[in-house]
Structures are given as C-alpha cells and as structure tokens.
C-alpha cells in the first residue's frame, strides 16, 4: 500500500486508540482501579498525548479497525498488545474480555499467541495458560543458535540452570578484573552485591536469565520486584519483535496477577507489585526508553561479553538510552545502587556468600555514579 502511514499518532488518533483500548479490556463493570492507571500512562509515555478516560465512547472492533486500516502490522500488533497488556493485570480476567480481545485481535488481522493465553485466564485454566507459555512463548523450545551468545553447551531447555562449567564460571570471574565503569565489572560488583552466583556454579541462576541481570546495569534498574517489571518492560518493548512482548506479559503473571507460579526457570509468583505507588507510570516509561533505543534489541540473545570491556556510557549512547522521566524517577524507578534498589534479602546473601567464602564482606553503598 502507497498510503500506509507511518508518522506518529496524533491527538485524534490517540482517542481513536484508547477507546478500542478501553473496550477490549473493560469488563461487565468497566476498568479495574489499576487500569484507570495504566492505560492512561501508557499513551502518555508512548505517545506523548494524554486521554481522558471518562470522555471516551465505545467503540466496536470494527471501527477501530476501519480507524486503523492505513496503519502497518506492526502498528498494529502494538496495539492488540496495549489492550492484552490492559487485560492481563486483572484476576480474576472475565471472559467477556477474553472474547473481546479475540475480536479485536482478529479485527486488526492480529495474531499474538498471549490471546490464547488470556483465554485460558478467563477459563481459569492456569496450568494450560503456563503450557501455552512454554510453547507460545518468545522463548519457547531452545534455540541452537542461543548457545553461542550463553557460552555453554549445557543447556537443555531455553531456562535450563548450568551448575558445573569451568568455563562459563571462568568467563564470568573475569569480569571482576575489568576497570569500573566498564558494563562487565558492573556486572560483577552487581552480582557481589547481592550475593548472587555466576552461571556455571552450583546454585546459579539460569545463563538466559543472567542475560537480563547486564538490562539492570545498563538500563539503571535495581533489584526489587518492581525493577524487574521495568526492566522486562523495557526488554520487551526494546526488541522489534512483536512476539517479545511474551516476556513482560510473563513478568505480569508473576509479580502482578500471580497467574503464574514459576517463570525464567528461577522467579516464583508474587503478587501485587504493579499497584504499589507509582509503578504504572514506572511500567510505562520503561516500555518508552526500550521504544526509543536505536535500532531492535534482543537483549536475550545478546553476546554481552563483546561489550564487558567497554565503559558502560558509551554503550548507553550507542543505544541512545533516553533517561527515566522525572515522574518515573519520583515514583520510585532506581538503579542497582541507589537507594531502594536493592533488597533486604540480597544484602544478607552478599553478606553470607562472603563468609561462606572466607572472605571480607564489602557492604553495599549507594553509589550515584554507577547509575
């Protein structure tokens, strides 16, 4: 098509979208209390305009997607994933908006795998909504090609743990001989820190998973709960694959709705995160800056110790890593190493891990610089 448009939304179009938003999420009673908070803030992040919620008007699947239809797939798929993201941060999830997202979707010519997952929510079929992870999912079934960028040949499902590699510990423990300010000695101080162990040792964390621990330092996100929503929100939304969206979706059935029991082979459902004060402005910034990064970014696939040596500004501009909003900053968005930004429970197992390894424990500081 000649007559595609790829120019920013405007305010019009905003409206246009945030009523198709708000009737594929809304249930019998209209949005949950959470979601008068993040639909708003997301349009605000991601498209500089804000809406209005009591001033909108229904609108039918259609109508969007006649409003859409000079709009590309990707405009699209981004906004099926705006209304499911709407969707999902509700428990228990009502049918009708599972039957609703379905609709839109197939409006828009939309087909994302987390619908299918929504469905089996408003079915209260769990366990099948954790298969459909598992299967559906952006990671879902190894990828051959992933091994090179982990550094082992150990894995035997995308989240599997390797606990005895020489070589993959070895790599690791190099980066403490790196000068700070580098990304790979931030990395290691940061994983000091919080007492958390390398891959390749026993009681580590998944390598794919550790892939995200490099998002924390590079992108400023500390270590709660409430980080890790940014920091799968900002992965997400970094990569142009549409189908990355799975991860934030995956990080909001553990933190959120709990929906999920277990997720990255290593994190276990606690609920409630994304109410707390501020956090669905936080949810949405960090989707901003991951939009606003310079070309597409799999940050799971990336081979981070081609970077480890490099001083951790220079990849931030290399990126065009924006700053977090003020907003978000007041709300509480902190770095690894300010205040807040790490946990209680971290700091008593950097403190243990150093004893256990007869060395001097080095306490955790706040350290602006860092961040």
Not at 227 to 245: C, G, H, K, S, T
Not at 279 to 291: F, I, V
Not at 324 to 349: E, F, H, M, R
Request: proline content about 6%; hydrophobic content about 45%.
């Amino acid at each position: 098509m000649n007559d595609v448009l790829l120019t920013p939304p405007d305010a019009a179009e905003v409206e246009l979208l945030a009523r198709g938003v708000v009737a594929a999420a809304a249930g019998e009673e209209g949005l949950t209390p959470l979601q008068q908070l993040l639909i708003p803030a997301l349009f605000l992040s991601m498209t500089g305009h804000r809406v209005e919620l009591e001033t909108l008007t229904p609108i039918s699947a259609a109508e969007c997607a006649q409003g859409l239809s000079r709009r590309n797939q990707v405009f699209r798929s981004r906004i099926v994933q705006t209304m499911l993201l709407s969707a999902l941060v509700v428990r228990p999830l009502p049918p009708l908006v599972a039957t609703k997202l379905r609709e839109f979707a197939d409006a828009l010519g939309v087909d994302d795998d987390m619908i299918a997952v929504a469905q089996s929510y408003a079915e209260g079929a769990v366990d099948l909504a954790a298969v459909d992870f598992a299967r559906n999912g952006y990671l879902g079934g190894l990828d051959v090609s992933r091994l090179s960028a982990l550094h082992t040949t150990e894995l035997d499902s995308s989240w599997g743990e390797v606990t005895h590699d020489p070589g993959l510990a070895g790599r690791w423990a190099q980066l403490r001989d790196l000068p700070v300010g580098t990304l790979g000695r931030g990395v290691a101080d940061f994983y000091r820190d919080r007492g958390f162990v390398t891959p390749g040792l026993e009681g580590s964390a998944p390598p794919l998973l550790a892939q995200h621990d490099w998002v924390h330092v590079l992108a400023g996100y500390g270590t709660t709960l409430e980080n890790e929503i940014e920091v799968f929100a900002f992965m997400a939304r970094a990569n142009d694959d549409p189908r990355a969206f799975s991860l934030l979706a995956m990080v909001i059935s553990l933190f959120e709705t709990g929906y999920l029991r277990t997720g990255a082979g290593l994190f276990e459902a606690n609920e409630g995160h994304l109410q707390s004060t501020g956090m669905a402005g936080r949810l949405a910034d960090a989707m901003r800056r991951g939009a606003l990064t310079q070309g597409s970014h799999d940050f799971l696939d990336l081979d981070w110790f081609t970077l480890a040596d490099r001083p951790i500004t220079v990849v931030r501009n290399e990126i065009g890593l924006v700053p977090k909003t003020d907003t978000a900053v007041a709300a509480g968005s902190v770095g690894p190493w300010q205040p807040g930004g790490i946990t209680p429970y971290q700091l008593n197992s950097a403190r243990t891990a150093a004893e256990t390894e007869g060395r001097d424990y080095l306490p955790w500081q706040p350290d602006p610089t860092r961040d």
